[in-house]
């Protein structure tokens, strides 16, 4: 089965930046879209950022323009930069994972495999 493992979440001031990693093993990363979600306190989850099987990314309005979504084929992982940070960023960032080619992002429907979170705050 697919593994997935986050890392790279951490504490930042408003304006930050950090970098999260996504590593995938267990299946070709090919045969698989990805996408990044996050949950707050007393929220429910949303999707940050999906990417299909084949390269091409799509955000969450939240967040479009200030985080990018990327993939290291060679290394099955995946990278979510996020640059101009704001509190209202602060949850626990999931990795996630479904076994077609186009992920959303309005919804965790189709998802199957899921990391565990790496926690990202952002104070002001």
């Known amino acids: 089965q697919v593994q997935l493992v986050e890392s790279g979440g951490g504490s930042v001031q408003a304006g930050g930046s950090l970098r999260l990693s996504c590593a995938a093993s267990?299946?070709?990363?090919?045969?698989?879209?990805m996408g990044w979600f996050r949950q707050a306190p007393g929220k429910e989850r949303e999707g940050v950022a999906a990417?299909?099987?084949?390269?091409?990314?799509r955000y969450a309005d939240s967040v479009k323009g200030r985080f990018t979504f990327s993939k290291d084929n060679a290394k099955n992982i995946l990278y979510l930069q996020m640059n101009s940070l704001k509190p209202e960023d602060t949850a626990m960032y999931y990795c996630?994972?479904?076994?077609?080619?186009?992920?959303?992002?309005?919804?965790?429907?189709?998802?199957?495999?899921w990391g565990q979170g790496t926690q990202v705050t952002v104070s002001s």
């Open positions: 996630a994972a479904a076994f077609q080619r186009i992920c959303p992002v309005a919804t965790d429907r189709g998802y199957g495999y």
């Open positions: 990417i299909d099987s084949d390269g091409i990314t």
């Open positions: 267990g299946h070709p990363y090919s045969s698989y879209c």
